[in-house]
């Protein structure tokens, strides 16, 4: 049976490389797959996943009106689809996460999803609260913070190297440290530790 997957991280873990060898890995076999990236994230060039160790692929562009079932769907009709590989999955709707788990149970196609869990306040992002919530199987793929402990947790910094507490939630771009919670200092960037009591 077809399954959906989850593979996240914090930042520059590897995860873009991780799911440029699974595709790979397919694709050496004769098997067909259909890598995305976010519209959004045009860092590498548009339709582009490219890894921080230099590894690239072309990708399908997807953008929050985007119906993965429906393509995945479509794109059988040239021939059997054997694996979907999306990149910065975070940036997912719920409802799109809903389609991927269609394309699972209905379409027999397995999904694999590579992305961070929470931003830079330590908020989780849409797509990443229903993959952890769907997903068939969770895959933690491991970082180190400067302290030398797991990182979990990403922090934006500025242009002097300095980490920003406030902000619009998407900041594409290269600026961003992987942190263990403690030196993230969750209890003082988190708005939860702001809002008032119910």
């Not at 991280?9 to 060898?21: D, H, P, R, V, W």
């Amino acid at each position: 049976m077809a399954q959906l997957y989850f593979y996240y991280s914090a930042m520059n873990a590897g995860k873009s490389t991780t799911l440029l060898q699974s595709a790979h890995n397919y694709e050496e076999r004769g098997m067909r797959t259909l890598l995305y990236t976010p519209a959004i994230d045009s860092r590498s060039g548009a339709h582009l996943i490219h890894s921080r160790i230099g590894l690239t692929a072309q990708a399908i562009a997807f953008d929050a009106s985007y119906d993965f079932y429906d393509a995945v769907k479509h794109s059988q009709a040239d021939g059997p689809v054997h694996c979907v590989l999306i990149d910065e999955s975070q940036f997912l709707t719920p409802l799109q996460v809903l389609q991927l788990t269609r394309v699972c149970d209905q379409l027999s196609v397995p999904v694999l999803c590579y992305g961070i869990r929470t931003d830079f306040q330590g908020e989780p992002f849409e797509g990443s609260k229903y993959l952890l919530a769907w997903a068939d199987n969770l895959i933690e793929i491991k970082t180190i913070c400067r302290s030398g402990k797991k990182a979990t947790m990403n922090a934006r910094l500025d242009e002097h190297g300095n980490q920003v507490t406030e902000g619009a939630q998407i900041d594409i771009g290269h600026h961003y440290e992987a942190l263990s919670r403690k030196e993230f200092r969750l209890e003082e960037v988190s708005p939860v530790a702001r809002r008032p009591a119910t």
